[in-house]
């Protein structure tokens, strides 16, 4: 489980087949091997790793539903670990499971990405939604656009700062909407 508060930045080295490698400089702990770690929001598992880089495997499921296909060597990526259960809960619920692609219609500071109106019922004005892996309060909850308030820190912390028209970000929308959306259903079909 990660919080989508990004605790650093870095850069898509590049891939050999299935196997996707990063570079995170300045990791004050190191690697572990199986760990979890959440690239522009989608939680990959460490394979390998050194002092400052590390890689994971990335399957064909996640390059349908993500954004990490799209890389190209050096391109800047968010980073973050998995919250330990000691630590503070400062962002919302993020699971690292991205459910949808959508794409960049006005960037930050008041982001408007445009999605699959299919998802449009996990979106509420005031709610949680993790844009490549950055947890974000939703300002603009259309069918098919949600907007979202970027502030300077964010925008200077994370990939959201230089983000643009057209540019594919990942999506996940709040985990709790889906969980109320399962038991509602649920409980109408019984």
Not at 18 to 25: E, I, M, T
Not at 112 to 125: E, M
Request: glycine letters at 10%.
């Amino acid at each position: 489980m990660f919080t989508g508060l990004i605790e650093g930045l870095g850069a898509f080295i590049g891939k050999r087949s299935d196997v996707f490698s990063f570079d995170w400089p300045g990791l004050d702990e190191p690697y572990q091997l199986g760990e979890s770690i959440a690239v522009n929001g989608c939680c990959l598992t460490v394979i390998e790793y050194d002092l400052s880089s590390f890689s994971a495997n990335v399957v064909p499921e996640t390059l349908r539903r993500t954004n990490l296909g799209d890389l190209t060597p050096g391109a800047r990526v968010n980073f973050e670990r998995p919250v330990r259960p000691s630590d503070r809960l400062g962002g919302h619920i993020v699971q690292g499971h991205i459910d949808a692609v959508g794409e960049i219609v006005r960037g930050a500071p008041e982001l408007l990405v445009r999605f699959d109106p299919s998802f449009s019922k996990y979106i509420v004005t005031k709610g949680s939604v993790a844009i490549d892996g950055i947890s974000l309060t939703i300002t603009r909850a259309d069918n098919d656009i949600l907007g979202v308030s970027v502030i300077p820190h964010t925008a200077s912390v994370t990939t959201l700062g230089t983000k643009g028209i057209g540019d594919r970000v990942n999506l996940e929308f709040d985990i709790v909407a889906k969980y109320v959306e399962r038991m509602t259903n649920f409980t109408s079909n019984s």
